[in-house]
Nanobody, 124 residues
Framework: QVQLVESGGGLVQAGDSLRLSCAAS????????MGWFRQAPGKEREFVAA????????YYEDSVKGRFTISSDNAKNTVYLQMNTLKPEDTAVYYC?????????????????WGQGTQVTVSS
């Protein structure tokens, strides 16, 4: 069974930075795609970024390009989301997700495993 545990959320001001971490366990993850999603109150869960662990290739949602960076430390089975120049509209619960395979998925249904989420709140 795959377990994903997010950490690093918090309350920051607009323009600040945060780095989220997702620690994975239970499998060898070299053949997985890891993704970050977020869900604001009253809204659907939306795709943020993904990384193919075998190659390090990445894919981003347009609104975070240039501000967010997804990366991985495969030796630690950990994926990161560096978030810079945060905006109030980035406020949400951020979830880490995993799926075995090599293609990028941008919908929640494309992932098999999920973490419990970590709250990010950006004040104006």
């Amino acid at each position: 069974q795959v377990q994903l545990v997010e950490s690093g959320g918090g309350l920051v001001q607009a323009g600040d930075s945060l780095r989220l971490s997702c620690a994975a366990s239970g499998r060898t993850f070299s053949s997985y795609v890891m993704g970050w999603f977020r869900q604001a109150p009253g809204k659907e869960r939306e795709f943020v970024a993904a990384i193919r662990l075998s190659t390090g290739s990445t894919y981003y949602e347009d609104s975070v390009k240039g501000r967010f960076t997804i990366s991985s430390d495969n030796a630690k089975n950990t994926v990161y989301l560096q978030m810079n120049t945060l905006k109030p509209e980035d406020t949400a619960v951020y979830y880490c997700a995993a799926v075995r395979g090599f293609g990028f998925r941008t919908t929640p249904g494309g992932y098999d495993y999920w973490g419990q989420g970590t709250q990010v709140t950006v004040s104006s």
